[in-house]
């Protein structure tokens, strides 16, 4: 990072109100990118006094993992005063740094930055729903997804919103057909490929839990 990234960021902080907690999930196997990823987390909290590391080299089946719901790595978790089920999959690099620091300010806050019209409907989501948004740290478009999902999350506990860089992450990329970024698929029921407007977000999120 360097010096003007720090002290932008360190301005920028300044705007938090409330502890973060980043659980950041690493394993000693095959992981491409780990060490790059926690040196990401350990510089920006040395950025902060109420942004903290919590660090879990471990596997799938531990605990930890199993309680987050972490079955791939690198793997962080944005943690608030509670649980929003914002997490993000791979290295935020590039465009995709921003959406690490949108969620930071976002936990912080409580604030989700969304349209109140908007706000409410995600609000009225009342199922389980999991998004997850594929993308790649040189899309610029990705991030404009990616927060809109975390911030979905933010304000509705009944939303886990995964962030997946699909070039760290093949197989599950194959398996959900991924061939341009930013894809987006809801509940496995609904997905899309591009960047749309939060209202239309919202809409199809109500659409793939049924309402």
Sequence with gaps: MDEETRRRLMELFKELKGPVRLYLFTTQGHCLYCNETETIVDEVSSLSELIEVVKCECEADSEEARRFGIERHPAIVVHGEKPYGIRYFGMPSGYEFGTL??????????????????????????????????????????????????????????????????????????????????????????????????REFAELLIKAVGG
Excluded: W
């Excluded at 409410?120 to 899309?139: L, M, N, S, Y």
């Design 101 to 198: 620091i949108e969620a930071i300010l976002a936990v912080s806050t409580g604030e989700s930055g969304l349209p109140q019209a908007v706000e409410e409907r995600v609000r009225g989501v009342d199922k389980p729903a999991h998004i997850q948004v594929f993308v790649t740290p040189t899309c610029p478009y990705c991030p404009l997804m990616a927060t809109a999902a975390h911030r979905f999350a933010l304000v509705n506990q009944n939303i886990t919103a995964d962030v997946i860089e699909a070039v760290e992450f093949p197989e599950l990329a194959d398996r959900y057909r991924v061939m341009a970024v930013p894809k987006t698929i809801i509940n496995d029921r609904v997905e899309f490929e591009g960047a749309i407007p939060e």
